[in-house]
């Protein structure tokens, strides 16, 4: 593709189109007319040969095409807003940058706030965006990244691209409350009969404990495909299913959440959650300056006796 050719400004409308649903609030949004934003409409169409926004009713909806879309166009700005305001020196204090954070609901809990409050407390006119990953965007990590500044994952999952190991948890059992199993000793047989919620279930989709009880030849029966871990424990109280959770996550949740932990019935290997990014920027001032301040909230977070301790802090390459 020539990209010389392309019109940037055609992505900007893009992300409008596709987050407002709507050519009148998109225009609105950018201060265009209706008719300019219409007339990039149909340029996007005959671009993608596709409709993008159809007509349902009195509503449009986004294609396949265009959900596929949505996230990369949001994640693509985000790359051109970080070429064309890149500077020699990074000042936290007057900088106005968006960091985004690929992240899962889990690393909100344990480190949004943390992470939130250090910037808000360091770098008062940045913005802190935190995107939802999925399977799709992890298995092309390599160019997701070129577009967001840090993926959250466990190992096993991404690889060829810059890291660093942040804390350690571990995962357990979650099960009702009044589930009787829990007082009789969770079996192996148990893990096999009772119904599970499994979270980011599929081929290329899964937690490496569910992966490892795979590997031990433990075939879960599972009725629910969940992916988010918070709302994991409303599927759980008052049934016979259960789950794997982090341990970290289970001990924010209110008391009365109707659920109770154990310990698996087989060995699981600790959880070593990392933050992932793409090696063009290991010595980007605003990129060190951001991974430092994570490695920071991850201490104030969950405790410096969790944190990785590297002797080497500079970038781990995998």
Known sequence: MNLASLDL????????????RSVTRAAAQMGLSQPALSASLARL?????????????????LTPLAV?????????????ERVFTAQ???????????FTLLVSDYVVVILGDTIAELLSEEAPHTRLRL???????????????LGADLLFMPHGFVTDVSHRDLYRD??????????????EGLTIEDLETLPWVATYHGQTASTMAARQMRMLG??????????????????????????????????????????????????????????????AF?????????????LRAAELAVGAEAVIDLTDTQAQKK
């Open 9 to 20: 400004n055609l992505l900007v409308s893009l992300d409008a189109l596709l987050q407002q």
């Open 45 to 61: 169409r005959r671009h993608f040969g596709d409709e993008l926004l159809s007509r349902v009713g009195n509503e449009y909806r």
């Open 68 to 80: 596929q879309l949505k996230e990369l166009v949001r994640i693509a700005l985000s790359g051109v």
């Open 88 to 98: 020699p020196e990074f000042d936290p204090a007057s900088s106005t940058r968006e």
């Open 131 to 145: 995107t939802p990953h999925s399977p799709a965007l992890v298995e092309r990590a390599d160019q997701t990244l």
């Open 170 to 183: 571990e995962w357990v059992v979650v099960l009702a409350s009044d589930n009787p199993i829990a007082d």
């Open 218 to 279: 433990i075939e879960p029966k599972v009725t629910v495909i969940n992916e988010n871990f918070l709302t994991v424990p409303t599927l759980i109280a008052g049934s016979d299913r259960i789950a794997l959770l982090q341990r970290r996550l289970v001990d924010q949740l209110p008391l009365n959440a109707g659920i109770r932990s154990v310990a698996p019935p087989f060995e699981v290997a600790p959880l070593i959650e990392a933050m992932w990014w793409h090696p």
């Open 282 to 294: 290991d010595d980007d001032p605003e990129h060190r300056y951001l991974r430092d301040l994570v």
